[in-house]
């Protein structure tokens, strides 16, 4: 019997490249991917922390600012010594006896733990960590709200730009913007989760112990549930249904444990009083960031601008407008406009309002814009993102310092408004009796001056007597009787900057009863002829 | 909780624990924390009411029986010079004051043109006193307050020039806490009103601070510290150190108030111990610094210049000064001198110079001299008595008893000075 076999037709395999002359070629399509699914990174995390990355990396190069992170410091030392809170001011001699109650101990003992084991370098760290969080958490959110990386990173350079100026000083302030940052992202979650019962009132306890601004967050979580109870009501015209929203039922009682859970802390329901109390203070109104915005200034100009490019977007978005957008960006705005330090609550908040109707408009009018599609997820992605964070992190202050420990300059470090020629001047010189500073150097001459030293008033404004304050205002503004004023305090050392105090300097060099002990271009010691 | 749906009967039970909570919480506050909470809410005082332990406040009783520094003819001639004959009309409450802290409430005077220690205790504690003697047409001199009466001070003539010393001067006089004061409303209020308003009143840092430590001091001890208006927490520790703070010179009376003050608590603190060891140091040791100022700067004739901080400087380099500024400065230093411990003192031969050119001085004014610089000269008639280890009135009373018609009649000036 005979037969025909017939062959199969050979199978087409792709070949492989002709070989370069000379070299082996490497065919990627066979590396195969091993990093763990979990693991595995999109390149829109890689983009996110690149800029988180490079922000961690600014904020950690900036010079520490010349005045109240100093004063923090010096209380969280004394905190830490006694290991006790102070009742009365333990640090100025003319505010001895006023009540005091430490809103901010747990950041000042942070603060005074970190410089003590880190150094300037950790100070950087901590505060470039702390604003890195709340880019991060402003980012997550308006990615969430927008489905946009571009508009995401928008509202974080907005958030930054905006705020610039109250970000460059480290102070406990920016424990509570965190806080705030992480409330703003729950409440404006589309889904609330179980862990969010938890959350709110651990933050709390947190927040009543960092900073005196808990007391914001508390109205916040108000805000949103009015916000909520005025949507509902538009929506169903009935009263009832307010009381069984689950919404308003969520916010009420978030709003009431978290006031409940600021209790949690050393002085108990005392510290409702010190919040009540902070906004009557005389003193503030002296001070430039607690007066009416100046709208002829960059910040005020910047912050105009921003809420007419609010109103603008408001007019066009397609997005339904939620009442608590409207409630908070209105009283945040009154507030700013009434008190400047408020910029610092009203911009994380605009930003992410500007960043989510901005997407919904451009989506809205120009529909063509092209988008970006989303990258699949690969280890290569999750390798650029580990490199990228080490790399900003190895190459900052603090990276150095835990590596390598390699200490910052004290004058790389510090702002250049810093006395430190001056005030190691007076270290190795200790003043006699008291001294009349200005009022931005008293938080650094407690830090690094001598053991001691008494100041004439610090960066802790509310906590000095309104005579004192009164008469340190005399002398500074030249006013009738300002020379009796030194007389009467029995001033022996007056340390002044040449900067802003140029017409007082030239007044004390032509006065017999004061000689010049040190003199630089940046800060003049004078020194009483015969001291009282 | 599931955030899907929240039971009511949740929602009421949180409600009842938040206010649990708050309430748990208020009654754990300690009472000072709870004073600044509820004065916030309602915009009362925070400063609470502080106990006084007796009726009539303490007295500083002179150290010293000295007929050398002053003998009884000489006494009862400066006092002469210094009894309380005033005008009726606009009668300058700075003037009682003095008066009466010079006289007490207890003096009385055969002359009747002369006011009795009562009747300037009743001019200055009823409004009704003040206002046929000024009109109605200033402001009262007492004030009242939410929960207290003040007491109106300033440059004006019609005014109690210092602070706290209305309360002061009455306070020395004799007053009782429960005296009654008339205010123009004519409720009923006492001298303790006056006295808690001027202790929520007092502020550390304010210009004049001598008379209220004072007044202060002779009501409170053994209480060593209190709150004022704003809740700060004050001391007698903490009044000494304002008292020592500045220039030497500054303070009224050419600073020597201070240095009455300051004394005073020294000589409180031995008793009721209303000072540390440290604050009392720092009392003591300015002291010191007085005492060596004044051994330095004492003129020849005996008198201590206004600028007697200066020291040895102030006679070197001579201040031209009027009159009164010397009498303010010689008749003060023996003041507080006459309280003080010999430690404090400069050398004997000073007080006696200093004693025979501010008694010599005081005699020779007219009545006129004295009409205008009364307030001064006060001072030296109980500075001088003081030496005797007596107080004006109880000298003078004596006196007038033990030699009728002296008043009419005193002894020969000159003769007795050159004795």
């Given at each position: 019997?005979?037969?025909?076999?017939?062959?199969?037709?050979?199978?087409?395999?792709?070949?492989?490249?002709?070989?370069?002359p000379?070299?082996?070629?490497?065919?990627?399509?066979?590396?195969?991917d091993?990093?763990?699914?979990?693991?595995?990174?999109?390149?829109?995390?890689?983009?996110?922390?690149?800029?988180?990355?490079?922000?961690?990396?600014?904020?950690?190069?900036?010079?520490?600012?010349?005045?109240?992170?100093?004063?923090?410091?010096?209380?969280?030392?004394?905190?830490?010594?006694?290991?006790?809170?102070?009742?009365?001011?333990?640090?100025?001699?003319?505010?001895?006896?006023?009540?005091?109650?430490?809103?901010?101990?747990?950041?000042?003992?942070?603060?005074?733990?970190?410089?003590?084991?880190?150094?300037?370098a950790?100070?950087?760290?901590?505060?470039?960590?702390?604003?890195?969080?709340?880019?991060?958490?402003?980012?997550?959110?308006?990615?969430?709200?927008?489905?946009?990386?571009?508009?995401?990173?928008?509202?974080?350079?907005?958030?930054?730009?905006?705020?610039?100026?109250?970000?460059?000083?480290?102070?406990?302030?920016?424990?509570?913007?965190?806080?705030?940052?992480?409330?703003?992202?729950?409440?404006?979650?589309?889904?609330?989760?179980?862990?969010?019962?938890?959350?709110?009132?651990?933050?709390?306890?947190?927040?009543?112990?960092l900073?005196?601004?808990?007391?914001?967050?508390?109205?916040?979580?108000?805000?949103?549930?009015?916000?909520?109870?005025?949507?509902?009501?538009?929506?169903?015209?009935?009263?009832?249904?307010?009381?069984?929203?689950?919404?308003?039922?969520?916010?009420?009682?978030?709003?009431?444990?978290a006031?409940?859970?600021?209790?949690?802390?050393?002085?108990?329901?005392?510290l409702?009083?010190?919040?009540?109390?902070?906004?009557?203070?005389?003193?503030?109104?002296?001070?430039?960031?607690?007066?009416?915005?100046?709208?002829?200034?960059?910040?005020?100009?910047?912050?105009?601008?921003?809420?007419?490019?609010?109103?603008?977007?408001?007019?066009?978005?397609?997005?339904?407008?939620?009442?608590?957008e409207?409630?908070s960006?209105?009283?945040?705005?009154?507030?700013?406009?009434?008190s400047?330090?408020?910029?610092?609550?009203?911009?994380?908040?605009?930003?992410?309002?500007?960043?989510?109707?901005?997407?919904?408009?451009?989506?809205?009018?120009?529909?063509?814009?092209?988008?970006v599609?989303?990258?699949?997820?690969?280890?290569?992605?999750?390798?650029?993102?580990?490199?990228?964070?080490?790399?900003?992190?190895?190459?900052?202050?603090?990276?150095?310092?835990?590596?390598?420990h390699?200490?910052?300059?004290?004058?790389?470090?510090?702002?250049?408004?810093?006395?430190?020629?001056?005030v190691?001047?007076?270290?190795?010189?200790?003043?006699?009796?008291?001294?009349f500073?200005?009022y931005?150097?008293?938080?650094?001459?407690?830090?690094?001056?001598?053991?001691?030293?008494?100041?004439?008033?610090?960066?802790?404004?509310?906590?000095?007597?309104?005579?004192?304050?009164?008469?340190?205002?005399?002398?500074?503004?030249?006013?009738?009787?300002?020379?009796?004023?030194?007389?009467?305090?029995?001033?022996?050392?007056?340390?002044l900057?040449?900067?802003?105090?140029?017409?007082?300097?030239?007044?004390?060099?032509?006065?017999?009863?004061?000689?010049?002990?040190?003199?630089?271009?940046?800060?003049?010691?004078?020194?009483?002829?015969?001291?009282? | 909780?599931?955030?899907?749906?929240?039971?009511?009967?949740?929602?009421?039970?949180?409600?009842?624990?938040?206010?649990?909570?708050?309430?748990?919480?208020?009654?754990?506050?300690?009472?000072?924390?709870?004073?600044?909470?509820?004065?916030?809410?309602?915009g009362?005082?925070?400063?609470?009411?502080?106990?006084?332990?007796?009726?009539?406040?303490?007295t500083?009783?002179?150290?010293?029986?000295?007929?050398?520094?002053?003998?009884?003819?000489?006494?009862?001639?400066?006092?002469?010079?210094?009894?309380?004959?005033?005008?009726?009309?606009?009668?300058?409450?700075?003037?009682?004051?003095?008066a009466?802290?010079?006289?007490?409430?207890k003096?009385?005077?055969?002359?009747?043109?002369?006011?009795?220690?009562?009747?300037?205790?009743?001019?200055?504690?009823?409004?009704?006193?003040y206002?046929?003697?000024?009109?109605?047409?200033?402001?009262?001199?007492?004030?009242e307050?939410?929960?207290?009466?003040?007491?109106?001070?300033?440059?004006?003539?019609?005014?109690?020039?210092h602070?706290?010393?209305?309360?002061?001067?009455?306070?020395?006089?004799?007053?009782?806490?429960?005296?009654?004061?008339?205010?123009?409303?004519?409720?009923?209020?006492?001298?303790?009103?006056?006295?808690?308003?001027?202790?929520r009143?007092?502020?550390?840092?304010?210009?004049?601070?001598?008379?209220?430590?004072?007044?202060?001091?002779?009501?409170?001890?053994p209480?060593?510290?209190?709150?004022?208006?704003?809740?700060?927490?004050?001391?007698?520790?903490?009044?000494?150190?304002?008292?020592?703070?500045?220039?030497?010179?500054?303070?009224?009376?050419?600073?020597?108030?201070?240095?009455?003050?300051?004394?005073?608590?020294?000589?409180?603190d031995?008793?009721?111990?209303?000072?540390?060891?440290?604050?009392?140091?720092?009392?003591?040791?300015?002291?010191?610094?007085?005492?060596?100022a004044?051994?330095?700067?004492?003129?020849?004739?005996?008198?201590w210049?206004?600028?007697?901080?200066?020291?040895?400087?102030?006679?070197?380099?001579p201040?031209?000064?009027?009159?009164?500024?010397?009498?303010?400065?010689?008749g003060?230093?023996?003041?507080?001198?006459?309280?003080?411990?010999?430690?404090?003192?400069?050398?004997?031969?000073?007080?006696?110079?200093?004693?025979r050119?501010?008694?010599?001085?005081?005699?020779?004014?007219?009545?006129?001299?004295?009409?205008?610089?009364?307030?001064?000269?006060?001072?030296?008639?109980?500075?001088?008595?003081?030496?005797?280890?007596?107080?004006?009135?109880?000298?003078?009373?004596?006196?007038?008893?033990?030699?009728?018609?002296?008043?009419?009649?005193?002894?020969?000036?000159?003769?007795?000075?050159?004795r």
């Amino acid at each position: 019997m005979s037969g025909t076999v017939l062959e199969p037709p050979p199978v087409e395999t792709q070949s492989a490249p002709d070989p370069e002359p000379g070299g082996h070629q490497i065919d990627l399509s066979l590396l195969e991917d091993r990093v763990p699914e979990q693991w595995k990174s999109t390149r829109r995390l890689t983009a996110c922390v690149a800029l988180l990355g490079i922000v961690f990396f600014v904020f950690c190069v900036r010079p520490l600012w010349h005045t109240d992170l100093w004063g923090h410091l010096a209380y969280g030392k004394l905190i830490a010594t006694l290991r006790a809170l102070p009742s009365t001011e333990p640090l100025m001699p003319l505010a001895k006896g006023v009540p005091v109650i430490d809103t901010a101990w747990l950041s000042q003992l942070i603060g005074y733990g970190t410089v003590t084991t880190l150094g300037l370098a950790g100070l950087q760290g901590l505060s470039a960590i702390a604003i890195t969080l709340c880019s991060a958490v402003l980012l997550h959110r308006t990615l969430n709200r927008t489905r946009s990386l571009s508009f995401a990173m928008l509202a974080v350079i907005a958030f930054l730009w905006l705020d610039w100026a109250q970000l460059a000083v480290v102070r406990p302030q920016l424990a509570g913007l965190v806080c705030f940052l992480v409330l703003l992202h729950r409440t404006t979650s589309r889904q609330p989760r179980m862990f969010d019962w938890w959350l709110i009132p651990s933050l709390f306890i947190a927040w009543a112990n960092l900073h005196g601004s808990f007391i914001f967050g508390v109205c916040w979580l108000l805000m949103m549930t009015a916000g909520r109870a005025i949507d509902l009501l538009r929506r169903t015209g009935s009263v009832r249904s307010l009381t069984h929203d689950v919404a308003v039922r969520r916010l009420l009682l978030w709003s009431e444990l978290a006031a409940v859970a600021a209790l949690i802390n050393p002085y108990g329901i005392a510290l409702y009083g010190e919040a009540l109390r902070f906004g009557s203070y005389g003193n503030l109104a002296s001070l430039t960031e607690w007066q009416v915005l100046d709208v002829r200034g960059l910040h005020g100009k910047v912050f105009l601008a921003t809420t007419v490019m609010l109103v603008c977007l408001y007019r066009f978005t397609p997005r339904r407008v939620a009442s608590w957008e409207a409630l908070s960006l209105v009283g945040l705005s009154l507030a700013t406009l009434t008190s400047a330090r408020f910029i610092v609550w009203w911009s994380p908040v605009a930003a992410l309002l500007l960043a989510t109707h901005a997407r919904a408009a451009v989506h809205r009018w120009w529909p063509w814009t092209p988008t970006v599609p989303p990258s699949p997820r690969t280890g290569k992605w999750s390798l650029v993102t580990a490199g990228l964070a080490w790399i900003f992190f190895a190459y900052s202050p603090m990276g150095m310092r835990l590596m390598h420990h390699r200490e910052p300059s004290p004058e790389r470090a510090l702002s250049s408004f810093t006395p430190i020629a001056a005030v190691s001047y007076l270290k190795e010189h200790p003043p006699r009796g008291q001294v009349f500073n200005t009022y931005e150097w008293g938080d650094y001459l407690q830090w690094a001056g001598p053991e001691g030293v008494q100041v004439f008033v610090n960066s802790h404004a509310h906590v000095v007597p309104r005579d004192v304050w009164l008469h340190y205002m005399q002398v500074v503004e030249e006013a009738d009787g300002w020379a009796d004023i030194l007389d009467r305090y029995g001033v022996n050392t007056i340390l002044l900057d040449h900067l802003n105090r140029s017409s007082l300097i030239k007044k004390l060099k032509d006065d017999a009863k004061w000689k010049i002990g040190y003199d630089d271009k940046q800060a003049i010691v004078f020194l009483r002829r015969k001291p009282i | 909780m599931s955030h899907r749906t929240i039971p009511t009967a949740a929602v009421w039970g949180a409600q009842f624990a938040v206010l649990a909570a708050f309430a748990a919480s208020y009654a754990l506050a300690k009472p000072v924390d709870r004073q600044i909470l509820v004065s916030e809410l309602t915009g009362r005082s925070a400063a609470e009411v502080v106990t006084i332990p007796r009726e009539t406040a303490l007295t500083i009783e002179p150290l010293y029986d000295d007929s050398e520094v002053i003998s009884d003819d000489e006494l009862a001639l400066v006092l002469a010079q210094v009894v309380p004959r005033f005008p009726q009309k606009q009668l300058k409450p700075n003037y009682v004051e003095h008066a009466l802290r010079t006289w007490w409430m207890k003096a009385r005077f055969s002359d009747p043109t002369v006011m009795s220690g009562e009747q300037m205790k009743d001019y200055l504690v009823d409004h009704g006193r003040y206002l046929a003697s000024w009109g109605d047409d200033i402001d009262p001199l007492l004030q009242e307050r939410s929960n207290g009466v003040a007491v109106r001070w300033g440059k004006d003539l019609c005014a109690s020039v210092h602070h706290d010393h209305w309360l002061a001067c009455l306070t020395e006089a004799g007053m009782s806490l429960n005296e009654p004061v008339f205010t123009p409303n004519r409720r009923h209020h006492t001298a303790n009103d006056v006295l808690q308003e001027a202790i929520r009143d007092f502020r550390l840092d304010e210009v004049e601070t001598e008379w209220s430590s004072l007044a202060f001091a002779l009501w409170m001890a053994p209480q060593k510290t209190w709150r004022n208006r704003s809740g700060r927490e004050l001391s007698f520790d903490l009044m000494v150190d304002r008292l020592v703070r500045g220039d030497k010179k500054l303070g009224v009376c050419a600073g020597t108030h201070r240095v009455y003050s300051l004394m005073a608590l020294i000589r409180l603190d031995d008793e009721y111990h209303i000072l540390t060891d440290e604050g009392r140091k720092t009392a003591w040791s300015y002291l010191e610094t007085v005492r060596d100022a004044i051994t330095v700067s004492q003129f020849p004739d005996g008198h201590w210049p206004s600028n007697w901080p200066d020291g040895a400087d102030a006679v070197k380099k001579p201040v031209e000064e009027e009159l009164f500024k010397k009498v303010i400065a010689t008749g003060h230093h023996l003041e507080w001198l006459a309280i003080a411990p010999r430690e404090l003192h400069p050398p004997r031969e000073h007080i006696l110079k200093a004693a025979r050119w501010v008694i010599r001085t005081t005699i020779q004014q007219t009545p006129s001299d004295i009409g205008q610089r009364y307030t001064f000269f006060s001072h030296v008639g109980n500075a001088m008595a003081l030496w005797r280890k007596t107080h004006p009135a109880d000298f003078w009373m004596k006196w007038e008893a033990d030699h009728p018609g002296w008043v009419d009649q005193p002894a020969d000036a000159t003769a007795v000075l050159n004795r």
